[in-house]
């Protein structure tokens, strides 16, 4: 198993198109390069539009046979199942290989929505359908996934609507990508979190073990949680990614015109002096 990013696997599936791709949890908009797709929700018609197979069915326990899919996507998955060793188990059995995609810890609880009392920058609450329940990571060192229950430290601050300009500077912090091939080990990490500076700072040892910590009790990154003009801040910052993104690409589309009627320009300019050579070359052939 190794860490990667999206692109990676993306353009690794684009280059086996010969490969029967699995998007497990695809909900009503998965990976293009799949050719199936599967969702606990019906989304048959979304799919038959495209002229693409969908099977609805729980993830952790699902009709394929043993090993059909040349690769098998779960991204944003692991986190919501009830049972996360049923979800990878069942990876395993029906794909040769696949990606797992996860939200980071940090990212996944400064998030609205991904909680089930999520607050939201007003102070009221937030009913969850589809909270996650679990912190899924990576441990380079030993090569094993580990999962925990999720505890919501921080008070969330970034609309899910919004996030994904963030993505093209912050991909390694918010999510983390996983390729495995035939199988990858996994286990139970405990709710007990540790930091030592290691200088004159005191050894820091949480045990939040059967624990949540109530919504009000959240640390809050602004000095004003429900101020309106801290989370217009926030918006305000998202918003102005997304206009830059916008100009830059007024500003390609606008180049690449450019150079199409630049390119035009050549083409005709070559007929046109072909046209004169040969009526010189005709000329002192009759000549």
């Known amino acids: 198993m190794k860490r990667v990013s999206r692109k990676y696997i993306i353009d690794l599936l684009k280059k086996n198109k010969k490969w029967n791709i699995l998007d497990l949890g695809s909900g009503s908009d998965g990976f293009k390069v799949a050719g199936t797709y599967a969702d606990i929700k019906d989304h048959t018609e979304i799919y038959e539009e495209q002229g693409k197979k969908f099977v609805q069915t729980d993830a952790c326990n ?18 919501h199942v009830e049972d996360p060793v049923s979800l990878f188990k069942e990876l395993m059995r029906i794909g040769k ?4 995609e996860v939200p980071t810890p940090f990212f996944d609880n400064i998030t609205w929505g991904n909680q089930r009392d999520s607050v939201a920058h007003s102070g009221i609450m937030m009913d969850v359908e589809s ?4 912190w899924v990571t990576y441990k380079d060192v030993d090569d094993k996934i580990i999962y925990r229950p999720k505890v919501s430290i921080i008070r969330e601050f970034i609309d899910g609507s919004v996030y994904k300009y963030l993505f093209p500077f912050f991909e390694e912090s918010m999510t983390t990508g996983l390729y495995w091939e035939a ?5 139970k990490g405990e709710s007990v979190y540790n930091w030592d500076a290691g200088n004159s ?7 939040l073990t059967n624990k949540q910590i109530p919504p009000e009790k959240r640390a809050s990154l602004y000095k004003d949680y429900n101020s309106q ?6 918006t305000q910052t998202i918003a102005n990614i997304k206009s830059h993104y916008d100009e830059i690409e007024k500003a390609h589309n606008y180049m690449v015109k450019v150079l199409v009627d630049a390119s035009k320009a050549i083409v005709k300019t070559s007929q046109a002096n072909d046209a004169v050579a040969k009526n010189i070359l005709k000329e002192e052939k009759n000549g």
């Open 229 to 234: 003009a801290a989370f217009g801040i926030a």
């Open 97 to 100: 290989k696949g990606y797992i």
């Open 131 to 134: 909270p996650h329940l679990w």
């Open 201 to 207: 700072d005191s050894l820091m040892t949480i045990d």
């Open 62 to 79: 699902t009709p394929f046979k043993d090993k059909e899919f040349d690769f098998v996507i779960a991204a944003h998955l692991a986190e």
């Open 183 to 187: 199988s990858f080990e996994y286990k």
